[in-house]
């Protein structure tokens, strides 16, 4: 397994890394997944904190350090910090430092205020969510459909890099074709030359939450809670593969079986398979 991971290219130009990935039968996830350095102590309240994020998005360090205490761990604001940003966590009102964009990488403007969106295709919106697994932890990227809520792409990784995000945007463009509008988070891997270099290529506009906003970016902030509450923590995969295939499975059901009630209870499947969409 080792020696076929090594086979795959990352900058191969004539095959993706899913192709490459296809013909050496390995997973994609294990290919990115690397044994996760943390204590068991702190993936369990990294995993606490995930869930408490649903409930109480506008705890801030301070409230989230008290509330750990409450439980019964014996931990301080720097450590919490720490964990926040190594989940890529944010709160409604404030976004800690994973989120902060290189000072030297353009910010581009939210675009999506005010704006009615009533085909596919219009408007997709991405971001990057922690998943605990039962030994560690690996990052789940999504691109969503706005206006059907169906799920374009979606890839794991153990690291957060810009070349990851941009693979991903291209094998959504290569599947589905290309977005009117991206929009993201102003993360550092979003506002890189790598990710809206492809964008400019494809002549897609780019749109970025505004500072701390994570309701900006409200659909892909609720397919997070979806996934996570009716799998991820149902579910607790023991290793990337395992998180790999249960989130296979998972998403097709979403895009083609799961009735959402703002779509008429239709699956997204149904409106995004329309043409007149």
Not at 13 to 30: A, D, F, K, N
Not at 48 to 76: H, M, S
């Given at each position: 397994?080792?020696?076929?991971?090594?086979?795959?290219?990352?900058?191969?130009?004539?095959?993706?890394?899913?192709?490459?990935?296809?013909?050496?039968?390995?997973?994609?996830?294990?290919?990115?997944?690397?044994?996760?350095?943390?204590?068991?102590e702190n993936l369990t309240i990294?995993?606490?904190?995930?869930?408490?994020?649903?409930?109480?998005?506008?705890?801030?360090?301070?409230?989230?350090?008290?509330?750990?205490?409450?439980?019964?761990?014996?931990?301080?604001?720097k450590k919490v910090r720490r964990l926040?940003?190594?989940?890529?966590?944010?709160?409604?009102?404030?976004?800690?430092?994973?989120?902060?964009?290189?000072?030297?990488?353009?910010?581009?403007?939210?675009?999506?205020?005010?704006?009615?969106?009533?085909?596919?295709?219009?408007?997709?919106?991405?971001?990057?969510?922690?998943?605990?697994?039962?030994?560690?932890?690996?990052?789940?990227?999504?691109?969503?459909?706005?206006?059907?809520?169906?799920?374009?792409?979606?890839?794991?990784?153990?690291?957060?890099?810009?070349?990851?995000?941009?693979?991903?945007?291209?094998?959504?463009?290569?599947?589905?074709?290309?977005?009117?509008?991206?929009?993201?988070?102003?993360?550092?891997?979003?506002?890189?030359?790598?990710?809206?270099?492809?964008?400019?290529?494809?002549?897609?506009?780019?749109?970025?939450?505004?500072?701390?906003?994570?309701?900006?970016?409200?659909?892909?902030?609720?397919?997070?809670?979806?996934?996570?509450?009716?799998?991820?923590?149902?579910?607790?995969?023991?290793?990337?593969?395992?998180?790999?295939?249960?989130?296979?499975?998972?998403?097709?059901?979403?895009?083609?079986?799961?009735?959402?009630?703002?779509?008429?209870?239709?699956?997204?499947?149904?409106?995004?398979?329309?043409?007149?969409?």
């Open positions: 397994m080792h020696e076929r991971r090594a086979m795959v290219e990352q900058q191969n130009s004539s095959l993706s890394v899913v192709q490459q990935c296809g013909l050496l039968s390995i997973h994609r996830s294990g290919l990115y997944y690397r044994p996760c350095l943390e204590s068991e990294m995993r606490l904190l995930d869930e408490q994020y649903f409930k109480t998005p506008f705890y801030g360090v301070r409230r989230l350090t008290a509330w750990l205490n409450q439980q019964g761990y014996c931990i301080n604001r926040m940003k190594l989940m890529r966590w944010q709160t409604i009102y404030r976004k800690p430092d994973t989120g902060k964009p290189c000072k030297e990488n353009r910010i581009y403007p939210y675009l999506l205020k005010g704006l009615t969106v009533n085909r596919r295709n219009q408007v997709w919106a991405m971001d990057i969510t922690y998943v605990p697994m039962r030994k560690g932890f690996m990052y789940l990227c999504a691109i969503i459909d706005v206006h059907t809520r169906y799920v374009v792409n979606w890839s794991l990784s153990n690291t957060m890099t810009a070349e990851w995000c941009m693979q991903v945007v291209k094998e959504a463009i290569q599947q589905h074709g290309k977005p009117e509008i991206m929009n993201t988070d102003q993360g550092s891997q979003f506002t890189s030359d790598v990710f809206t270099g492809l964008l400019k290529e494809k002549e897609v506009q780019i749109s970025m939450d505004g500072k701390g906003r994570a309701i900006d970016n409200i659909f892909i902030e609720r397919l997070w809670r979806t996934v996570k509450y009716e799998h991820i923590y149902l579910k607790v995969a023991e290793d990337g593969l395992c998180l790999y295939e249960g989130l296979n499975e998972y998403f097709c059901f979403y895009n083609s079986e799961r009735l959402h009630q703002s779509l008429g209870y239709q699956p997204p499947k149904v409106l995004y398979s329309n043409r007149a969409a």
